[in-house]
């Protein structure tokens, strides 16, 4: 197992949140760019990936090492 510090945790949580913001940028706010029709599915993984993300880097952040 991977122990961390805690500037690499905060560096890695960090990460993770732009990644998070990417991800809801080009599976929910792209398709209004699209040609195609808006797809619910896509944005609602979209979505669902972003909190996933951001909630994994805010338990990231959070921990604290014993």
Do not use: C, H, K
């Not at 500037?7 to 993770?16: C, K, N, W």
């Not at 599976?27 to 944005?43: E, I, P």
Request: hydrophobic share 60%.
């Amino acid at each position: 197992m991977i122990e961390l510090q805690t500037a690499q945790r905060a560096l890695l949580a960090d990460t993770l949140r732009d990644i998070a913001n990417v991800a809801a940028g080009a599976t929910v706010f792209g398709q209004f760019l699209a040609d195609r029709a808006f797809s619910f599915w896509l944005a609602l993984m979209g979505s669902t990936l972003w909190i996933g993300l951001v909630t994994f880097a805010v338990f990231l952040a959070g921990r604290r090492r014993p």
